[in-house]
Structure formats: structure tokens, C-alpha cells
């Protein structure tokens, strides 16, 4: 799907992926583990390199993955070997039982910025919930615009563990009637000053306004939408947090 392409981890991102973000912050974790019983069948979609997942695994829970990036999923696999996850678009994910618990960490929903193919993957996850099932997720908010740059800055730096160095250059612009927030990057790996290895994205996010989420939620077909400003689920009320998280499930 050309949309998750453009947003695609590939092996530059993903190194500086796992280097800024090894683990979980401890409240999203703590979130979406409140939702989490140990009886029940979880996935959680856009998986990555599991800095969520592991932590389910590790407490016992019966927890699923799903990403499109091998990459990313290469390094998940080096931490829990063991763990039952599959590289596919979401859209062509078709596993063989529902589940009871569905969860998108990181506001990744705000990845697909076409709302129309957004709608879709909603929907695709709600056919997969059972009766009684949740789906739990955030998205960034118009709180969290970047104010536009001229051009590419040189905006992070780490050391890999070989000790090179890996550099992200981006810009940002916004683009008021999409609501889309673009930020391509190029990662370059250095040895000194040699440059070993370059690789672009084209990153953007769809940034929501307060409501805008609830009503595609409900056009879908979800009836029970709860949203809240923050990780210990105080009610939000307009859109000046960061981050919006849903929990959504259909009253039967």
C-alpha cells in the first residue's frame, strides 16, 4: 500500500528507532495494560520492534503483532524469538480467530493521512474485534503542529553501536486544509566523515481536531468511544493535549 510505504522504517530509521526508543515510556505502557487480560486474545497492529509487545509477552499475556516492516520486525524478533507475529499490510491481515483487545501504540493511527483509506483500516480492525472486544489507540492532535523550516536541519545525532554515526536531517511543513504534518528526513551513516549509508522518508501525520476521530468511529460503526487527553484517562475536552487516545468497543 503506497500510503504505509511512505511512511515505511526502513534500516537507517530503524537503528535510530531502536537506539532513542528502546523501551516503552512506562505510563503508554501502563495504558495499554490496564485494557490486557490474561485470558484474552490480543493484537497489537503496527507492532514495530516491539518495545510494547515484549513487555505483554514477558508478563504472560496471549499477545499477537503485526507490521509491515521487516526491518523493524527483524529487530523484535532478536529480543523474543518466540513471539507469533506477521509481516502484511493491515488491510491484507486475515487471522483466523477475532480477538478481544486490539491496541495501536504511539499515535501510529495518525500515519495513514488519508482519512479515506484511515475509515478502512478502522473498520478492517472492528471486523476483527470479537462481540465484546476494544480497540484502543491515540492520535496526534493540532496541539501538536511543528512550525514550518526552510530547509533540512540537521535535527538528531546517536552513535551506533559499532560507533558510527547516524544523523537524521529534516524539515517541517503543515498543510492546513489536509491537517497533514509533513516531516521528511534523510538518515545518513558516517565513519568520520566517510559516509557509509543514505536513506530517505517521507514521513507525515495527520494532526485531528476535537470530534474530528469520534465521528469517523461512529460512521464505522463503533458505539461505546470513550476519549481521553491523556495516559491515566482524564476525559479530554478540546484539542490542546498532544495526543488523543480512544477506547472504542460496539454495545451489544
Known amino acids: 500500500m503506497s500510503e504505509l510505504r511512505q511512511n515505511y522504517y526502513g534500516n537507517l530509521c530503524t537503528e535510530m528507532y531502536e537506539i532513542l526508543h528502546e523501551k516503552a515510556p512506562q505510563d503508554e505502557l501502563d495504558f ?40 523493524m520486525l527483524h529487530k523484535l524478533k532478536q529480543k523474543a524469538p518466540d513471539a507469533k507475529v506477521i509481516q502484511t499490510d493491515i488491510l491484507e491481515y486475515s487471522p483466523i480467530e477475532k480477538f478481544d483487545y486490539i491496541f495501536i501504540s504511539s499515535g501510529s493511527v495518525s500515519l495513514f493521512t488519508d482519512i479515506k483509506l484511515c475509515k478502512q483500516i478502522l473498520a478492517k480492525i472492528k471486523e476483527m474485534l470479537t462481540p465484546k472486544g476494544k480497540f484502543v489507540f491515540a492520535v496526534e492532535t493540532m ?66 481536531k476535537f470530534g ?6 461512529k460512521e464505522i460503526g463503533f458505539t461505546n468511544i470513550k476519549t481521553y487527553s491523556s495516559f491515566f484517562k482524564d476525559i479530554a475536552i478540546d484539542d490542546k493535549c498532544e495526543m488523543f487516545l480512544f477506547e472504542c468497543s460496539v454495545i451489544q
Open 143 to 208: 496541539g501538536d503542529r511543528c512550525i514550518d523550516d526552510d530547509g533540512y536541519k540537521e535535527t538528531v545525532s546517536v552513535k551506533t553501536k559499532d560507533g558510527f554515526d547516524l544523523i537524521l536531517k529534516s524539515k517541517n511543513y503543515y498543510d492546513e486544509q489536509s491537517q497533514t504534518q509533513f516531516m521528511p528526513g534523510i538518515y545518513e551513516l558516517y565513519n568520520g566523515t566517510e559516509l557509509l549509508q543514505s536513506e530517505s522518508m517521507d514521513f507525515q501525520i495527520h494532526l485531528y
Open 212 to 217: 474530528e476521530m469520534e465521528q469517523y468511529l
Open 32 to 71: 495499554y495494560i490496564s485494557y490486557a487480560e490474561k485470558d484474552k486474545k490480543i493484537l497489537e497492529a503496527l507492532c514495530g520492534s516491539g518495545r510494547f509487545l515484549v513487555p505483554f509477552i514477558e508478563r504472560g499475556f496471549d499477545i499477537y503483532g503485526m507490521d509491515l516492516s521487516s526491518e
